[in-house]
């Protein structure tokens, strides 16, 4: 049986956490001294063991390991979920941070599965792992989704507006065109991808939220803002990733100044963690964090037809099992009964 709370500590899963925001995150739980087993989620297992051991001599804790996710293929999902679920060694799944994500502009690219790649990674590969990972979830838990200021256009980050056009367009465009898309090149196409994927994060948050009521499990979304030189850029042209790896990190002192939205990843790697650690955010859910402050999402985050819509849908593109979640979809009888 998997170690239960009350002294054994808890385990927080970070995907994405070999590097970037990631990363960040993981180490500050890690270095919390609270009794956190951290595990780190990454694609690639040569990187994820060099992060973990960098994570362990950074934080100062014994308490991290690295297993591998790939995102992009669910097979890959559900074999991690699998794994998880069988290790005794750890203690029970207290937080799980939606954090790995990906901006392709160089042209529609699609995951092993044959879903958009954009869509597939930032949303689908997430939604699958989240289901099947709830149950392993013992109360008070918390699960965190990675969004953007991106996906609302009132921000003015300089990123196109985002269109939902429903689950199935996103994950299939050739299929489904987009009538409103007109001439608009590969870069705007891909980088409107991304910001209809971080409003897909929050329509995902907010109706998980709402399947957990009662639960003792919350679900929050979190925009760290621009973080210059992450990664996020690597798809770019050379120019726009110079700028971006190299120019932008030293204006921060700028950005801190006048209060923007722009911030180094090791400032919101610990806004990032708080959403774990912090007690006062026990029971807190629904919510979207900008940083350390709670505010609005964009109008549209709050549709709840988008939503359910956006969480039925998925479970069909992810071939999604009564019998692997104990969250309800469609007329699924519910599955197994959440750890309380």
């Keep these: 049986?998997?170690?239960?709370?009350?002294?054994?500590?808890?385990?927080?899963?970070?995907?994405?956490?070999?590097?970037?925001?990631?990363?960040?995150?993981?180490?500050?739980?890690?270095?919390?001294?609270?009794?956190?087993?951290?595990?780190?989620?990454?694609?690639?297992?040569e990187k994820v063991e060099?992060?973990?051991?960098?994570?362990?001599?950074?934080?100062?804790?014994?308490?991290?390991?690295?297993?591998?996710?790939?995102?992009?293929?669910?097979?890959?999902?559900?074999?991690?979920?699998?794994?998880?679920?069988?290790?005794?060694?750890?203690?029970?799944?207290?937080?799980?941070?939606?954090?790995?994500?990906?901006?392709?502009?160089?042209?529609?690219?699609?995951?092993?599965?044959?879903?958009?790649?954009?869509?597939?990674?930032?949303?689908?590969?997430?939604?699958?792992?989240?289901?099947?990972?709830?149950?392993?979830?013992v109360s008070p838990a918390r699960i965190v989704f990675v969004s953007s200021g991106t996906h609302d256009p009132k921000q003015r980050t300089g990123m196109p507006a985002p269109r939902y056009p429903g689950s199935k367009a996103l994950a299939w465009p050739e299929r489904h065109p987009d009538p409103d898309a007109g001439d608009e090149g590969a870069g705007v196409v891909g980088r409107r991808r991304y910001t209809t994927s971080k409003l897909s994060n929050l329509y995902a948050t907010y109706e998980l939220a709402r399947r957990l009521t009662g639960s003792g499990i919350t679900s929050n979304a979190f925009d760290p803002g621009l973080m210059p030189g992450t990664g996020l850029a690597r798809d770019w042209g050379p120019a726009a990733r110079f700028a971006s790896d190299r120019v932008l990190p030293l204006l921060q002192p700028v950005f801190d100044m006048f209060r923007m939205n722009i911030n180094t990843v090791e400032t919101s790697g610990r806004a990032l963690a708080r959403l774990v650690t912090d007690p006062e955010l026990e029971d807190v859910s629904g919510r979207y964090f900008e940083g350390e402050r709670e505010i609005p999402s964009s109008e549209l985050s709050y549709d709840r037809e988008n939503a359910m819509e956006?969480?039925?849908?998925?479970?069909?593109?992810?071939?999604?099992?009564?019998?692997?979640?104990?969250?309800?979809?469609?007329?699924?009888?519910?599955?197994?009964?959440?750890?309380?």
């Excluded at 956006?310 to 692997?324: D, F, I, K, P």
């Design 1 to 45: 049986m998997r170690k239960e709370d009350g002294g054994t500590g808890r385990t927080v899963i970070v995907t994405g956490g070999n590097q970037g925001l990631g990363y960040q995150a993981a180490k500050n739980v890690a270095a919390a001294d609270e009794g956190w087993n951290v595990v780190v989620a990454g694609r690639n297992e």
């Design 50 to 137: 060099e992060a973990v051991g960098r994570m362990r001599v950074e934080s100062g804790s014994s308490r991290v390991e690295g297993m591998v996710l790939d995102l992009a293929s669910l097979r890959s999902v559900r074999s991690f979920a699998e794994a998880f679920a069988a290790r005794e060694d750890l203690p029970s799944l207290g937080a799980l941070v939606c954090n790995a994500g990906l901006q392709v502009v160089s042209g529609t690219t699609y995951t092993k599965d044959g879903v958009e790649t954009t869509f597939g990674v930032n949303h689908l590969g997430h939604y699958l792992l989240v289901n099947l990972l709830v149950g392993e979830m």
């Design 310 to 340: 956006l969480w039925e849908t998925s479970a069909e593109l992810v071939g999604l099992g009564a019998e692997e979640t104990v969250l309800r979809t469609g007329d699924q009888a519910p599955g197994r009964t959440p750890k309380m």
